[in-house]
């Protein structure tokens, strides 16, 4: 199975031979969003689309800016350090180190409180719920979202670890508590 991206005088352009001619041409490679960087959950078993994130398709080296969605903040620094022609150093999965270089627990301002043993309570830590923060690079505890009024933490949603190549895996959202 195929996923078209265009057509261009007559044929159909997949997103894999898009991402291949794009990438060729390219100065720098953004994965913008944990599907573009690995996969992220269209890549999950079985993936009969034989889903890639672009480094896969290319084998190019990447700069990719995870997340789903990725924090716009994470896009803008990127792009304006690449515009600036400042380094952008990469962790061992190609995220810039600047913004995923702590663990969202250590960051967390609930890992101090008291666990959480059902969904709902507020102010406690949801790690024994299966809150992937933990496991989970990213420095969404301090960056916040929808300018800076929340995340999905302070929401009372434990973390999916959706930075993470892990995401569309058996690390994914919530472990069975049954």
């Known amino acids: ?8 005088n007559g044929i159909e352009v997949t997103f894999q031979d ?4 794009l990438a060729g041409k390219a100065t720098a490679i953004l994965s913008i969003g944990t599907c573009a960087a690995w996969g992220g959950i269209p890549a999950a078993p079985p993936n009969p689309a034989g889903i890639k994130g672009v480094k896969a398709v290319t084998g190019k080296t990447t700069i990719n800016i995870a997340g789903c969605p990725p ?14 022609n400042n380094p952008v150093s990469l962790d061992s999965f190609g995220r810039p180190r600047s913004l995923f270089n702590k663990k969202v ?32 690079r990213g420095n969404c505890p301090t960056a916040l979202w929808n300018n800076k ?13 959706c930075t993470e190549p892990t995401f569309s ?10």
Not at 1 to 8: I, K, L
Not at 149 to 155: P, R, S
Not at 169 to 178: A, L
């Open 169 to 178: 895996g058996t690390k994914s959202f919530y472990k069975d508590n049954r």
């Open 105 to 136: 627990h250590d960051q967390c301002p609930r890992k101090e409180e008291d666990k959480a043993n059902t969904y709902g309570i507020d102010k406690r830590c949801l790690k024994e719920l299966g809150c992937r923060g933990p496991e989970t």
């Open 1 to 8: 199975m195929e996923c078209w991206a265009w057509t261009y």
């Open 149 to 161: 009024v929340n995340w999905c933490v302070d929401a009372n949603a434990p973390c999916i670890g």
């Open 71 to 84: 924090h716009p903040d994470w896009i803008v620094w990127t792009v304006a350090q690449l515009l600036l």
């Open 18 to 21: 898009a991402v291949r001619t």
